[in-house]
Every structure is written in C-alpha cells, then in structure tokens.
C-alpha cells in the first residue's frame, strides 16, 4: 500500500478497526504526518466511542434523556460525519485534520 492511500484508509477504519488500524499505521509508518493522523484518528474514534457510551447512558432515564437523546443523535453525526469528510480529502490529495483533536497533536 502506498503511503497516499493511507490516509484515507485511517478515515475508513471507523467503520472496521477504530483502534486497530491506526495504532498499526502508527507505529509502521516513518512519516510524520501520516504518525500525526493515525494518533489523531485513533483520539477521535476512543474519544467520540466514550462520548456516545455517556450520551446513551443519560439516555436511560427521564429526566436525563431530554440531554442524552440530542447528544446522542449529535455524537453520533459526528462519528459518521467526520470520517467521510476525512475519507473525500485523502481521495483528493488533500490533508485533513480531526476537529479539535488536530490542533492538539503536533
């Protein structure tokens, strides 16, 4: 696998090893910047994983699920959302950074 196409493989482990993958590129790959997404890929999928793990917990019960159910729903755009945006940039040869996590990661 060429190292253009790593990137958009990072973005689609999402969908099939959130963990796996870029932990795997990580410590694979020689380049900075491809090490810089896979961390920041990796951050993201853990982060967002936790972030909807509490959204559907306050989801359980009535009074929280008037917070939890948008939360929910926003989390989980995100997780889909986010990934693709990724995914369109690595095809067009363009560097994409996650939201919040890629100003965090040098």
Known sequence: MHNSELPGVIHASTWFAPVLIP???FFASKEKEIKRLSLQALIFHLLISVLISIS???TLTIILAIVGIPLLLGFGLIAFIVPILGIINAIQGRYFEYPI???FIK
């Open 56 to 58: 559907y917990f306050l």
């Open 101 to 103: 996590i890629g100003s």
């Open 23 to 25: 932990l795997i590129v």
